[in-house]
């Protein structure tokens, strides 16, 4: 079945150490989003990547950066961890931008210490 | 003002109710909308989108509304398995992107 799939699901991190969450997916979408969402919180849009072109929101911390290799895997790289990056995040694809109905993958559920 | 606003919750019904969630939404240039569900500590799942005439899937009905930036979802004859945190979300026209709402947490009573 074509999916998106996040790997770990939960990721255990010290306080400052570099961390690195993927995604990857078959469904050969054009667009991939990376998410926050904190406990009774709406998800977050962080970025999304339409094919190679990188797009950050605005109020996005630098902390929090993503690459995308190729069409089927993305990254989300938290280069110092703080307490306050303890999140789930979740990945999700759509077929282009203006398709709107997103499918997500299971998320991975960091904790940092 | 939120861009997007739930009701705020939480909703405890017995099996067998009908309940009726709303939402409302800042961005009177939206045109898609959507009504994903999400179970705890689980992914959110596309539940329906809502279309300007309304649409039904089986015990689920949703509305829009336009005029008053509207957004309804009916759930009839509730199941158990119908707990959950249900999420409005619109696009940001413009932006190319989602808006969640925070969600509105269901659970359905025996």
């Known amino acids: 079945d074509a999916m998106v799939i996040q790997n770990p699901r939960y990721q255990v991190t010290q306080f400052g150490k570099p961390v690195t969450l993927s995604c990857s997916q078959t469904l050969n979408h054009n667009v991939m989003y990376w998410y926050q969402q904190k406990s009774s919180q709406a998800p977050k849009l962080l970025f999304h990547?339409?094919?190679?072109?990188?797009?950050n929101e605005a109020d996005t911390p630098d902390n929090f950066q993503s690459r995308r290799p190729n069409t089927s895997f993305c990254f989300l790289d938290i280069r110092s961890p703080g307490l306050g990056d303890a999140a789930m995040y979740l990945c999700?694809?759509?077929?282009?931008?203006?398709?709107?109905?997103?499918?997500f993958g299971p998320g991975t559920r960091l904790t940092v210490t | 003002r939120k861009e997007v606003e739930q009701d705020p919750g939480p909703f405890n019904v017995p099996e067998g109710a009908t309940v009726a969630f709303n939402c409302t939404y800042s961005n009177s240039a939206s045109q898609s909308f959507f009504w994903y569900r999400q179970d705890c500590r689980k992914e959110p799942k596309l539940l329906m989108s809502?279309?300007?005439s309304g649409n039904e899937d089986g015990r689920f009905t949703a509305q829009l509304n336009r005029a008053s930036q509207y957004i309804s979802l009916l759930i009839r004859d509730s199941k158990l398995s119908d707990s959950a945190t249900y999420l409005c979300?619109?696009?940001?026209?413009?932006?190319?992107?989602?808006?969640f709402g925070q969600g509105t947490r269901l659970t359905i009573n025996p």
């Open positions: 999700a694809t759509s077929a282009h931008l203006e398709a709107y109905e997103q499918y």
């Open positions: 809502v279309y300007s």
């Open positions: 979300v619109v696009d940001d026209q413009g932006a190319q992107k989602l808006v």
């Open positions: 990547y339409y094919d190679k072109d990188f797009n």
